[in-house]
Nanobody
Framework: VQLQASGGGLVQPGGSLRLSCEAS????????WGWFRQAPGKEREWVSS????????YVADSVKGRFTISGEKAKNMVYLQMNNLKSEDTATYYC????????????????????WGQGTQVTVSS
């Protein structure tokens, strides 16, 4: 199993980025998916999750209304569309996959996820 995150970069405040997570070795619709982030000197923070089994999405309050998680079964991909980015969104972003029931129950808990990508850096700065 491998998760490959991409799409990070440097963007000005108010800008947008779309992160992608390509999964190999597992079926997209058999897992729950999440995005987490970690800024330097801070703990890892949950951002958003998706459970394809029931079509539910979950979003942290800190990004609600700005970030949207989605997936594409045919490509085994999960995305995080990030709009109106702020300096506090600067972090390394990680995608993760886990049992869909576990993710649905405790989406914000990292222990609900079994597989993790390598991370992609997002820097929001003028």
């Amino acid at each position: 199993v491998q998760l490959q995150a991409s799409g990070g970069g440097l963007v000005q405040p108010g800008g947008s980025l779309r992160l992608s997570c390509e999964a190999s070795g597992l079926r997209w619709d058999h897992y729950g998916w999440g995005w987490f982030r970690q800024a330097p000197g801070k703990e890892r923070e949950w951002v958003s999750s998706l459970t394809p089994t029931d079509g539910m999405t979950y979003v942290a309050d800190s990004v609600k209304g700005r970030f949207t998680i989605s997936g594409e079964k045919a490509k085994n991909m999960v995305y995080l569309q990030m709009n109106n980015l702020k300096s506090e969104d600067t972090a390394t972003y990680y995608c993760a996959a886990g049992d869909p029931m576990g993710v649905a129950a405790v989406a914000a808990v990292s222990q609900a996820y079994d597989y993790w990508g390598q991370g992609t850096q997002v820097t929001v700065s003028s």
